[in-house]
């Protein structure tokens, strides 16, 4: 899985990306950059250590999630058009970190003079949505100009297209994100290649100060209710303290969180979130002597599963032997869930749940 932070200037991205990361990249007004931060973090699962004790891999493969922080998108930037470096990052990611300032600092002023959340929030978004009708109004008029001179063949898909992204624009015209249509399967096949920022699912994180602890949760409930789009969260996290704590032993930084009344260590609620708006499920295999977590979506086959843990595994796909997680761990080994009967062989329309251990069988491809 694939995050990008995104944020207006000063919203304190970077800090949030240490605090995910326990990386040291420089933060605060002096710190300014032109390249981006990326790093790779262990997907926790205590579940993973309950199989290594059945198992006894040589190897323990959490799955993981990269982070990367842009730098800072200043407002007004889109009506240029967004760099293509900073497009190509933001089309890589399967979700968006929108960092949104709600702390004061003196020493780090807001570059607009006062800090508002709502406004912050609502600038990035519109920046978004017109890049994106950008995008959208400079490929209707390519095909406005070219579908006279196609062939029928092709102008009739052509014109699907037009149809499509003219849709589109109207949606993007009245501040509607793409994420809100209801767009199908071979819509959205059109529309990929197109970098369209407002499609990508959306984890709002409100960066507050100190303050923001004794009020957990304010600054959410304030601005949820008028937030209601798809594929869409809105959480809250002191980046500073949590990058603090993360330079503590885990011993002193649980002590720290109880006396703050953090119930979880940042990366871990992130981690969490992202994989609920992206609709994730984790499954596990052993094979070749380790012990793995991949990542797969909800409603996902037994042939999908295959195909990523290995393509190959996913033409030659034959069967699975499937065990849901607490199954095996009642039963102790594959062996006594086999005399079980919670053992079972599914076929490739079996659709994975959360926690299914899965030994996939297939026949090899002659290269």
């Not at 309950?50 to 930037?77: M, Q, S, W």
């Not at 978004?128 to 070219?146: I, K, N, P, T, Y």
């Not at 034959?318 to 080994?333: K, Q």
């Not at 079996?350 to 491809?365: E, K, L, M, N, W």
Request: net charge negative; with cysteine.
């Amino acid at each position: 899985m694939h995050v990008t932070l995104v944020g207006l200037p000063l919203s304190g991205k970077t800090t949030v990306f240490n605090a995910l990361t326990g990386q040291q990249a420089a933060t605060g007004p002096g710190a300014a950059r032109t390249e981006m931060h990326l790093a790779s973090v262990k997907v926790p699962d205590e579940r993973l250590e309950r199989l290594a004790e059945i198992f006894h891999p040589h190897r323990v493969t959490p799955a993981e999630v990269r982070f990367a922080d842009l730098v800072g998108i200043p407002r007004g930037v889109a009506r240029e058009g967004l760099p293509g470096s900073l497009l190509a990052a933001i089309s890589e990611a399967d979700a968006l970190l929108h960092v949104v300032r709600a702390f004061e600092n003196p020493l780090a002023p807001h570059p607009a003079g006062t800090v508002d959340p709502a406004r912050d929030l609502e600038w990035l978004d519109t920046e978004f949505l017109l890049a994106d009708l950008g995008v959208v109004e400079r490929r209707l008029e390519r095909l406005r100009l070219e579908i006279p001179k196609l062939p029928r063949a092709e102008r009739e898909e052509r014109e699907r297209e037009q149809a499509l992204l003219g849709r589109l624009r109207e949606a993007l015209e009245v501040g509607t994100p793409l994420r809100d249509l209801e767009l199908e399967a071979e819509d959205l096949r059109t529309l990929r290649g197109f970098n369209l920022l407002t499609l990508k699912p959306v984890l709002v994180l409100f960066n507050v100060g100190e303050e923001g602890l004794e009020q957990p949760g304010r600054v959410v409930e304030a601005l949820q209710p008028n937030y209601r789009h798809r594929k869409s969260a809105m959480a809250e996290l002191c980046a500073q303290w949590e990058m603090e704590l993360g330079q503590l032993s885990p011993q002193e930084a649980a002590e720290f969180r109880q006396s703050l009344g953090l119930a979880e260590p940042a990366r871990e609620r992130i981690i969490r979130l992202a994989y609920q708006l992206l609709g994730l499920l984790t499954f596990f295999t052993f094979v070749s002597d380790e012990v793995r977590a991949w990542p797969l979506h909800e409603g996902c086959t037994a042939l999908d599963a295959a195909g990523t843990v290995h393509t190959d595994m996913a033409r030659g796909f034959i069967r699975a032997e499937v065990i849901a997680y607490e199954e095996l761990l009642a039963a102790g080994s594959l062996a006594e869930a086999r005399r079980r009967g919670t053992l079972r062989m599914e076929g490739r329309d079996y659709r994975i749940q959360d926690g299914d251990v899965c030994t996939f069988h297939f026949s090899a491809p002659h290269r």
